[in-house]
């Protein structure tokens, strides 16, 4: 196709600038439709022809396309009106999302068994989820990376950086919510494991400092996830010597006041 063809098929079917932003709300995100995967060729229409899906925190069910004001229901639970779902198309109306806190209280934490002093024992605060998250690329299994902007910014300039060195990095996890570090809990508790055994290795939901968005944990290709041999590749390595530069720390070193095992790939960025 020659360059003026393409011109007029261009102003014939715009291309829609593409959403970067997740907008964060209680119980419902808006997350850009182009990034969700669809299960099934209806949805799959119904995405494309849309700017946002709304999702549920809790378990991640599809409830609703929306594309300049129209919404499309996909699940027939968004009619209900304890689904959360208004406060979502508000966040999309507005352009803002909504700063999501949970306390001490929280029957999520009640319902675990979490004891109250938790947090004041491992040095640890309850962090919200921030109202907006900026898309950061995808992660190593291809799903969307989120983190807060200025955070993504760094973390594109740390693996170009490394990049540039011959080392690839590649992200495991950034942003999660409360729910589902919730979710984490659940399944363990339901394979069996006590809430004293899950704590050796997760936090609660609440504390976790990949609730804030500044939070990383990175690994490198054919290495496992979120295992402590990491600390013995190159990426390693070079993280120790450079990440630094790009205002990301290790957060739970050896023997970390927090109490939390030592976690090599777990990252956090902090402007200075
Ligand atoms: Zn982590």
Redesign the pocket.
Known sequence: MGVTARRTLDKLSPMRPRGQRLLNTPLVEAIPAWLARARGNATARRLAQSEWLLRRKSDGRFLAAVDHGDVHSLDASTLRTDTGIGAALDAIASDTGVVVTLDASASSLAALDIPDDYGARHGLQLIAEPAELAFAGRDRYRRPLWLLAPAARAWSRLRAAALADGIVLDA??GYRGHAYQLGIFQRKLARGQTIAQILTVNTPPGY???HSGL???IGTPGEPP?EESFETTPAFAWLTQHAARFGFTM??PRDNPHGIVY?P???AFSAR
């Open positions: 495991i996890s976790s400092e990949h939070a990383i944990d979120a957060s739970y976690e790939w777990h990252w």
